[in-house]
């Protein structure tokens, strides 16, 4: 018979490790943060065009997941 | 004064009072009952409810409005033409437009330099007035007086030091180069005017990083540095591993705000040079403000704003994480 050493701590899948607030904040602001590089950066036109695109959708992604539990 | 109990001045004071007790109890049973009346989230609601609707109608109504106006061809100025429904046109042309994107990179080196130039200058003044020298209260005082100026006395006095002949910035250049005093022009020359405006700004504000990096320094406790004492680690460790560490939430929010604060800048630079010469310091709100009242493009303004503005707000959104984290510690 093989007995848990430890059975009152349940094992946490990917989900339950990567869909928390902390690491879901960190990936909006880093979306946030490269349309904000996008919009300014003098290289290429085609990255300043979908700007926009990338700044909105970091910061409804912001909106949303600062709502998750912790 | 207290009344003697049976005195005929106790009586008119006790008269007195209970006539008052009386229209009390005969006026307020209503008003009571229905106060009463009502549960506490109500009353709540009934407190907040101005302020709300005040909000509404000062925040999100012109919000909604201008962001009903950048799918439109509406313009301000030809308000009884019939409005067209345009769709996302603005957005695509602001989004695919050279001249617009050029506004952008004015914006990105103003704001890149002045936040550095304003962060290794706030944190460095802040570091010597944490020194605690004598005279210290004096010099932070100095230090801030700049910050307490309005962006438009800065730019009128910055304009007039700015000035060939008579600015006294030229004459102190002229003194450490050797060059002559009139020789250059700080707002009238292509390459020197976005460093003008730079410097005006990181003038300005630098006290106001100092001020928070300050704070950042003065919440690190003493036995730390005690501690490091203790191991005989030198003042430069010290700084690498404790200081710089421990103030580097302060100094990104600093950063963060500054950032935010000179993405929307317009207000200086439209006194200093009006954007000019040519487009040389045409930050983003300046073509804003040209496409929404000189032009009159009300729809294409209202789209650029609306860009503006998500990209304030999403940067907003990393100043309130780094915000509760400086809180959390």
Redesign the interface.
Known sequence: MIVDANPSIARRGFSDRVLRRGPL?AL??TI??A??VM????FS?TL??W??AT??F??VM??IVSKVRE | MIPVPGSVHAMNELSASSRITYRAVRVRPGVARRIRGLSDKTLAWLFITPTIVLLLAINIFPLLWTIYLSFTNYRANRANVPTIWLGADWYQSILTDPDIWAAMQVTAHFVIWTVVIETVLGFGLAYLIDKKFRGHGLWTTIILLPMMLSPAVVGNFWTFLYQPQIGLFNYVVAFFSGRDASSFQMLGDVTLSPWAIVIVDAWMWTPYVMLICLAGLRSIPDYIFEAAEVDRASKWRQFWSITLPMALPFIMLAVLFRGIENFKMFDMVNLLTGGGPGSTTEVASITLKRAAFESWRTGYSSAFAIILFVTVFGLANIYVKALNKVKSR
């Open positions: 904040e909006a602001t946030i943060a349309g904000v919009l300014m950066q003098p036109l300043y065009s700007s926009f700044t909105l970091g910061t912001f909106t």
